[in-house]
């Protein structure tokens, strides 16, 4: 599918030079809910537009059918139920209280953060609140520049870029806290922007609670600026084991009845603390289970079909006991 962000879009809505245009085909793996498993190069940006007419409701079932993240799912869909009565009352002469279109959105790595925020900036555009509801992703290294002086504009530039859409900033408490200038300059260009250009696009801010929390109190402007953050807790043995079955059905295998108890025994062994890659550490697995299931049926005989899409047990790696890690390891999940 070719991006709907041509040279010929205005310049608010063209990607900058060196910008990663990526389209929101809801088929693609791209945009299914491990995304974050893509982590964003070094100061760059990713433009994502989306599908035109897909609906509130083809939206709202969307989110609904991600697994888990019901929290976020409650908070999103009181969010949009008030965005749309304060759009109705207006349109009725009655005061509206409006809430803040900009998120704060917390949680571990790997909890559909990045793919919520897609759905939020369709479901945006569905009421009426945004025009394109594109997605415009980034961190501090697409934000911040080498010198000072030249991070407010690097920054005016990408935020021109979410004009429409859905600006979001990954890990941003990276921003403040660091006895730096440069973050601290990106900031206050963001909130300049915000303000010179209210209703014209949402800012999404994710990272860790604390961090963001931090984040939050490091600027007056940034408090009065986002009203509500959403949490994303870590998924369950359960969950997890759901995305990955959802993989083995995607990629054409078969999971056996002793592999399946071998995956349920190695994800209940995993520790959940800080750091913890949820979804991401779902699909390392998932290709490290694979590359073990072919080597098994390559020491094999004779190969056919069902052999092909058959997991054994033996390619499920066996859970090893781990101690926790120290703040911020990432080496941690007993298979790799």
């Not at 890690?325 to 790799?336: E, Q």
Request: charged letters at 25%.
């Amino acid at each position: 599918m070719e991006e709907l962000i041509t040279a010929g879009d205005p310049p608010s809505l063209r990607p900058p030079s060196g910008a990663v245009v990526t389209s929101a085909d809801p088929e693609s793996d791209e945009f299914d809910q491990l995304d974050e498993d893509e982590d964003i190069e070094s100061g760059s940006v990713a433009v994502r537009s989306v599908p035109a007419g897909r609906g509130l409701e083809a939206l709202m079932g969307e989110l609904d059918n991600l697994t888990g993240l019901s929290p976020a799912k409650d908070e999103i869909r009181g969010l949009i139920a008030a965005q749309e009565v304060a759009r109705m009352r207006g349109l009725k002469g009655l005061a509206a209280a409006v809430p803040s279109p900009h998120l704060v959105f917390v949680g571990n790595p790997g909890t559909g953060k990045t793919t919520v925020a897609r759905i939020v900036g369709e479901l945006y555009r569905e009421i009426g609140l945004l025009p394109t509801g594109h997605l415009v992703e980034t961190d501090r290294s697409g934000l911040v520049a080498a010198y000072l002086g030249q991070t407010a504009l690097k920054t005016k530039a990408v935020c021109e870029r979410a004009l429409g859409g859905v600006l979001f900033i990954d890990e941003a408490y990276s921003l403040a806290g660091r006895h730096d200038d440069y973050g601290s300059e990106a900031i206050d260009a963001l909130l300049t922007f915000m303000e010179n250009h209210r209703g014209e696009f949402a800012v999404v801010v994710a990272g860790y609670p604390e961090e963001m929390g931090d984040f939050l109190g490091s600027n007056p402007g940034l408090n009065s600026r986002f009203d509500l953050m959403i949490p994303f807790p870590d998924y369950s043995a359960g969950e997890l084991e759901s995305i990955f079955c959802d993989l083995v059905r995607e990629h054409d295998y078969d999971l056996d009845d002793d592999a399946l108890l071998q995956l349920r025994g190695l994800l209940d062994s995993w520790p959940r603390h800080r750091g913890f890659g949820n979804g991401r550490e779902v699909r390392r697995l998932f290709h490290t289970v694979v590359r073990n299931q072919a080597e098994l049926v390559t020491e094999g005989g004779a190969i056919n079909t069902q052999l092909l899409r058959t997991i054994p047990a033996a390619a499920i790696p066996t859970p090893i006991p781990v101690s926790v890690p120290p703040r911020g390891a990432r080496n941690y999940s007993g298979y790799l």
